[in-house]
């Protein structure tokens, strides 16, 4: 597929490991935004990993999206040549007084933010000068004796690069992306922290809309690492007590978001504990609101009319296998789920993006003799996927509002998910309206094999419970959580930002 290319847009959005390259909830919603709004011209500037993480396009970009780049931040990049120079010691006073409000949580990090960006490109704070200059190697190691306290100065000085070359690369971009009336970010992090460079280098409204919490997910990332290594006194260190270098990677992500913040308005939210949290890492609270995600329900009326009178004995988990998917409760809830109702199948239908996770969760299914009840079905149509289901099962341990429970609601499909995000609400319902609806499904604790189990095989066991949960999420998706009601309130936001 051909790369559109233009030199200007209406709206420019920025998109951190998801659309149009990675399939998912999340780039679901982007699609549905650009498609919903025709009359404005798109620019999506795409920041992943590496380019051999990523395979073709999962999407057709519709006829609105006129531009799209892309950018690997740990990919093979063009490095300056080699040479020697001093650097100029005061360019690293405003890098030192941006650590220091990093590490301190400053309140004035924008202003900060403002001197590095005034200061990059001079002579003595260029990616060269940080990569090779005097001044930078005795930053560094001063650094490294005040402040470090667990790792070897190999693994300290790799990772400061390894978190500072982004950096260079997203203001390369904001360099030279297409002019656009407003920038849109679908999360903090990197894409984040390009647009508020992008804010304040060219004054354009930044709208940001958080899926998930990403400093939050960062952190679950983080503490389950195993690439972080801190060397010394590894043996004695407290099971609850993390090391140096991930204590600093979270710091910088935390930064990260806060810079977001500082830059954009409004701050989206898709529910409320999600705007509380926002607030708490550093959201002005006028500048936030919740804008619930809703789906086109007329796209599953034909799903939900080609069930069949009896729900399937079969448990479907639609999501990427990923580990913050927790993919392997659900295997081993599937273990007590046969062993209850020997003709029961576990589906698990999305993209593997994590081969070594992938692997393991493959393993599992054969050490547990599921190998003829569990199956991979790698990405799937919900459309032709949910007459076929009978419960669809989410075991994460982080989510935001997932789509696919909404999709499962039109489609006729009762859900069991993990006690996160919105789901209790999207399950139970939000207020005393929507709780009279009835439950939708059940919820349950985070990483509980047995509990998940109990909680599918209680509906698929249960007609009347069963039948009473489909009717509950249909009548909740149709009157809660519909399109209509999402693009309205996106089409206020972007009429005033492009005003």
């Not at 992938?358 to 007459?387: D, H, I, R, T, Y």
């Not at 989510?399 to 909404?406: A, D, K, Q, S, T």
Request: proline letters at 6%.
């Amino acid at each position: 597929m051909a790369v559109p290319r233009a030199d200007r847009a209406d709206i420019g959005m920025l998109l951190e490991g998801t659309y149009p390259y990675v399939s998912g909830g999340v780039s679901s919603w982007v699609h549905q935004v650009i498609r919903a709004f025709p009359q404005y011209r798109f620019a999506l500037v795409f920041i992943g990993s590496r380019r051999e993480d990523y395979g073709d396009m999962r999407y057709e970009l519709p006829p609105n999206v006129v531009h799209l780049e892309m950018h690997y931040i740990h990919g093979e990049q063009a490095r300056p040549l080699v040479r020697e120079m001093e650097g100029t010691p005061g360019s690293y006073e405003v890098v030192h007084a941006l650590h220091e409000g990093f590490r301190t949580r400053a309140p004035s990090l924008s202003g900060l933010l403002n001197r590095f960006m005034d200061a990059r490109g001079t002579d003595g704070l260029d990616e060269s000068s940080f990569l090779y200059s005097r001044s930078a190697w005795r930053y560094i190691t001063e650094q490294y004796r005040s402040r470090s306290t667990d790792p070897s100065f190999i693994d300290y000085f790799w990772t400061v690069r390894m978190m500072h070359m982004p950096i260079w690369t997203l203001a390369r971009v904001a360099d030279t992306l297409p002019a656009v009336r407003a920038y849109h970010t679908v999360s903090t992090g990197y894409a984040g922290f390009l647009g508020a460079m992008l804010k304040r280098r060219y004054g354009r409204p930044l709208i940001l809309s958080e899926h998930g919490i990403y400093t939050k997910e960062r952190k679950i990332d983080l503490f389950q690492s195993e690439w972080i290594k801190d060397n010394r006194d590894v043996m004695v260190r407290e099971p609850a007590e993390i090391g140096y270098l991930k204590q600093l990677w979270i710091r910088f992500f935390e930064s990260l978001g806060r810079l977001c913040y500082d830059a954009a308005d409004p701050i989206v939210a898709l529910y409320e504990a999600n705007r509380l949290r926002q607030v708490e890492d550093g959201a002005e609270p006028a500048r936030t609101r919740n804008v619930p995600n809703g789906i086109d329900v007329a796209r599953f009326l034909p799903a939900r009319a080609a069930r069949p009178a009896a729900p399937p004995p079969v448990l479907c988990l639609v999501g990427r296998v990923v580990p913050i998917k927790d993919v392997k409760t659900f295997v081993r809830a599937m273990r007590i789920v046969v062993n209850r109702l020997p003709d029961a199948q576990g589906w698990i239908a999305g993209p593997t993006e994590d081969r070594a996770y992938a692997e393991e969760c493959g393993n599992l299914v054969a050490s547990l003799g599921l190998g003829g009840s569990v199956k991979f079905l790698g990405f799937q149509k919900m459309e032709e996927l949910l007459p076929r289901i009978g419960v669809m099962v989410l075991s994460s341990i982080s989510e935001g509002l997932p789509l696919v429970i909404l999709e499962s609601y039109a489609g006729g499909v009762p859900v069991v998910s993990t006690d996160v995000g919105s789901c209790r609400q999207l399950i139970q319902g939000l207020d005393a309206e929507d709780r009279a609806l009835g439950a939708s499904g059940r919820v349950v604790g985070i990483a509980n094999p047995e509990a998940l189990a109990a909680a599918a095989i209680a509906l698929l066991s249960n007609p009347d419970e069963w039948r009473s949960a489909q009717e509950a999420g249909i009548r909740r998706v149709e009157r809660y959580y519909s399109q209509e009601l999402m693009i309205g309130c996106y089409r206020e936001i972007y009429e005033k930002a492009l005003a």
